[in-house]
């Protein structure tokens, strides 16, 4: 198993910047790729970003150019680094975790954390 906790998000103004974070524990050698997905009210879960052990990441369209995932394997944490903030990606944000165990691939979720963009 691995638990997923998240930090970072809040109350920003459009144009503004946040960071989130999320720690890994656990059965953490397990663990393939890291990211973070969003799900606005109405909306499907959609993926933000990630990055796999190689360090390959990929994005949503919707957020290149302004956010930026990082991950610290030393210390088991992800980061999102989001600059230039719309009021679209007023979203709950869940860090994500996947990787391969006995029985096939498991993606693991955190709890989420609101993040909300408004003047």
């Known amino acids: 198993q691995v638990q997923l906790v998240e930090s970072g998000g809040g109350l920003v103004q459009p144009g503004g910047s946040l960071r989130l974070s999320c720690v890994a524990s656990?059965?953490?050698?397990?663990?393939?790729?890291m990211g973070w997905y969003r799900q606005a009210p109405g909306k499907q879960r959609e993926l933000v970003a990630r990055?796999?052990?190689?360090?390959?990441?990929n994005y949503a369209d919707s957020v290149k150019g302004r956010f930026t995932i990082s991950r610290d394997t030393a210390k088991n944490t992800v980061y999102l680094q989001m600059n230039i903030l719309k009021p679209e990606d007023t979203a709950v944000y869940y860090c994500?975790?996947?990787?391969?165990?006995?029985?096939?691939?498991?993606?693991?979720w955190g709890q989420g954390t609101q993040v909300t963009v408004s003047s």
């Open positions: 994500n975790a996947g990787g391969i165990v006995r029985t096939g691939w498991q993606d693991y």
């Open positions: 656990g059965s953490i050698f397990s663990i393939i790729t």
């Open positions: 990055v796999t052990q190689a360090g390959t990441t």
